[in-house]
């Protein structure tokens, strides 16, 4: 073999016979040194090993801020809050004067083998109104998802169907649920059906609308896909337009059920009778301004498992769809 | 009357209407594929060569001229046209397995549910995704992602396969793999193949014809080569033969001579 380089031309034995002494030739190699060497290796950190304890760490690490906060919060309000003369009333206050209200929620609620009863008049728990509430969403969604979804489709495959209904649901979603209320009495003459009919006619334009985009987004290659398979009208909506359109669907179904939730205590406080809704309306005007502090802290947290609820269940279909 | 080809596409021209008035993608398009000939169309970006695959596929409807296969007219896609996407259009939902499951239930009627199922996997072992079955097209590379889409296309049982730039948007490894599985495809199938390309080498390697088209608009067939290769083949006794680099020789003159690609004319 020719080298250009006469090092390795001119000693092609001391290459061959070991790289040590050519090594030490160049340049010294210092060896590491042990006591380097040793200082490498760290104490083990201790770990918890039970998977229990790991996962009771997790779950304190999240939790943690959140339950800070909280009674940071109360510490602050009850300092603003807490001299007799003050408008408002103090956490201590609350807790004193509602506390029926907190401890029953129940009252006048009843399970049995027949299924559930509330009272129909009367003394009823907080608990019963917020479930006499929910009752009415679960219809008045339950529609306006149906109905929501339904359309939504239809404008998001026809152009024709888009250009004749948008203009018109663009309008209507901007009226305030109350606003309906007048109509929605005189046509149902009754409490409970018109409340149901003002909770549909507030969740359902986020839910058309959404929909609507998430079918005109469908990406082309799955259109071309479903082309070029030959896919019927049948076949092509249940395996790539329902599960394409899924994530938008639920985008407009959590915020139907949001809006929903508000429209319903709106109702009630006008209407009157049973409810969140009127349970607060009762509470203002029995100057019990302590029962509508703990009904807001009902309404809140009802609202927010609803909202993870419809987020769960998005997340579930997406999965198996 | 003469004898019509296989694939023929008599006169097409693809005219798009725009604000400016109709634009001509394609004129007079006229081409004959016989049955098992693997072509490839190359030419610049924007030349209309996804338009005229397009056209076969049955997804743009040409202005002018008849696609005829088999003796029977083209107008609308279907499964005897399987098209292998650039962007592989898996539907992320389903599995590898049930994306070549959907295209197999389309066409492969009268066949047994365990049958079918057998199909799917015989194709997946063909481009070697039998591994990746119940995983989804996400947890998937870009180069395995194309092998289930050349799986789900060859699993129609097609009577023209149609590649629009199959591997255009993989490294350069990758691409060839993939070239690696669609020659050995191609010599146990011997399917009718048309492949948009814009890969010299990738053309004269797996293609028994290279069809050269002109810059658009109105873009036509410049030039048609046939390469003269034995099958099956190999990458590298192919690249050592003469009949391989005077194909290329031939094909680069015309992209980079004859038919400069017009955005570096402008440059």
Known sequence: ?321 | MKQRSYLALEDITVEFPTRGGSFCALDTINLSIEKGQFVAIIGHSGCGKSTLLNAVAGLVKPSKGVIFLDDGVVDAPGPDRAVVFQDHSLLPWLTVEENVRLAVDKTADGKSKAERKEWVLHNLELVQMVHAATKRPGELSGGMKQRVGIARAIAMNPRVLLMDEPFGALDALTRAALQDVVMDLQARLNNTVLMITHDVDEAVLLADRVVMMTNGPAARIGEDRAVNLARPRNRIEAIDSADYAEARHAVIHFLHERYRNPTVLAA
């Open chain 1, 1 to 321: 073999m020719a080298s250009p380089t006469n090092n390795a031309a001119s000693e092609p034995s001391a290459s061959a016979g070991g790289s040590a002494p050519a090594a030490s030739q160049r340049g010294v190699i210092v060896p590491y040194p042990e006591t380097a060497i040793a200082r490498r290796f760290f104490p083990p950190i201790p770990q918890p090993t039970h998977p229990l304890m790991v996962k009771a760490r997790a779950v304190a690490a999240s939790a943690l801020p959140t339950l800070v906060m909280i009674v940071g919060l109360l510490l602050l309000w009850q300092m603003l809050c807490g001299s007799p003369e003050s408008n408002f009333p103090s956490p201590v206050k609350v807790w004193q004067e509602s506390h029926d209200v907190i401890v029953h929620p129940f009252k006048g609620v009843e399970v049995n083998a027949s299924g559930l009863h509330i009272q129909e008049s009367g003394d009823v728990g907080i608990a019963g109104h917020v479930l006499t509430s929910l009752g009415r969403v679960l219809i008045g969604y339950g529609i306006a998802a149906v109905v929501g979804i339904a359309l939504g489709i239809l404008i998001g495959q026809s152009v024709f169907a888009f250009r004749a209904l948008d203009p018109l649901f663009q309008v209507l979603r901007t009226v305030p649920p109350l606003a309906w209320l007048p109509l929605s009495l005189a046509v149902f003459q009754q409490a409970g059906p018109s409340a149901i009919f003002l909770i549909f006619i507030t969740a359902i334009w986020p839910v058309i609308l959404n929909t609507a985009v998430g079918v005109q987004t469908i990406p082309v290659a799955y259109r071309n896909v479903a082309k070029v398979l030959a896919l019927n009208p049948y076949e092509y909506f249940t395996r790539i337009m329902l599960p394409a359109t899924v994530p938008h669907m639920f985008t407009g179904l959590r915020i139907g059920v949001g809006m929903s939730w508000l429209a319903i205590v709106a109702a009630e406080m006008v209407q009157g009778g049973t409810g969140v809704g009127f349970f607060i309306w009762d509470s203002y005007n029995s100057s019990l301004l302590t029962d509508t502090i703990v009904a807001l802290v009902w309404i809140g947290m009802v609202g927010f498992t609803l909202d993870r609820i419809v987020a769960l269940a998005g997340r579930l279909i997406a999965r198996t769809a």
